[in-house]
C-alpha cells in the first residue's frame, strides 16, 4: 500500500476555504523510509533526507509565519497495534489557517519539500482549533 506524502488538490481547496481567525495547530505523524528515494539526488537515509527539509525549512517556518513546534514526542504508543508506530511526531503551532496555506506556497518552503517527499514513507497531518485556557473535558 502506498503511503500518504502530500496533499491533493480537494483538501488545498478545503483547507484555503476554512480559513478563520486565531491560531491553529498540527498533528503531525511521519513514518520514515530506510533510504531515501531521490530521483536525482543524494545517497541518503529516509531520517537524512526529513532532516535536510527540516534544516532548510525551518528558518521560513520561524520568520515568515511564526510557527513552531509545541510538542515533540511519541515516548510512547499507549494504544494500537504495534505496526502503526510514527518515527517522528510532533504538534506545530501557527498563527492562523491562512498562515498554513501561505506557507504551502511560499518557495523557500517549496524547494525544501523535495527532501521531505524523498524521505517520507507515509505520514498524517491533521489540523485542530486551540482552546480558550481552563477548557475542560466535560463539554
Not at 497495534?81 to 503551532?93: K, N, Q
Not at 523535495?114 to 480558550?132: E, K, M, T, Y
Amino acid at each position: 500500500m502506498e503511503g500518504y506524502t502530500s496533499f491533493t488538490k480537494q483538501v488545498s481547496e478545503t483547507l484555503r476555504a476554512a480559513d478563520r481567525p486565531g491560531p491553529v495547530h498540527m498533528l503531525n505523524l511521519i513514518r520514515l523510509l530506510g533510504r531515501a528515494a531521490y530521483q536525482d539526488g543524494p545517497d541518503a537515509t529516509g531520517l537524512q533526507a526529513y532532516e535536510a527539509y527540516s534544516r532548510l525549512s525551518a528558518p521560513a517556518f520561524s520568520r515568515a509565519w511564526r510557527a513552531h513546534p509545541v510538542a515533540r514526542g511519541g515516548e510512547l504508543s499507549l494504544v494500537g497495534p504495534p505496526d502503526t508506530a510514527w518515527d517522528i511526531t510532533f504538534i506545530a503551532e501557527y498563527p492562523s489557517p491562512a498562515a498554513f496555506v501561505e506557507m504551502l506556497r511560499d518557495p523557500r518552503y517549496r524547494e525544501p519539500m523535495a527532501h521531505r517527499q524523498a524521505g517520507v514513507a507515509d505520514s498524517r497531518l491533521i489540523r485542530f482549533s486551540a482552546l480558550p485556557l481552563g477548557t475542560s473535558f466535560e463539554g
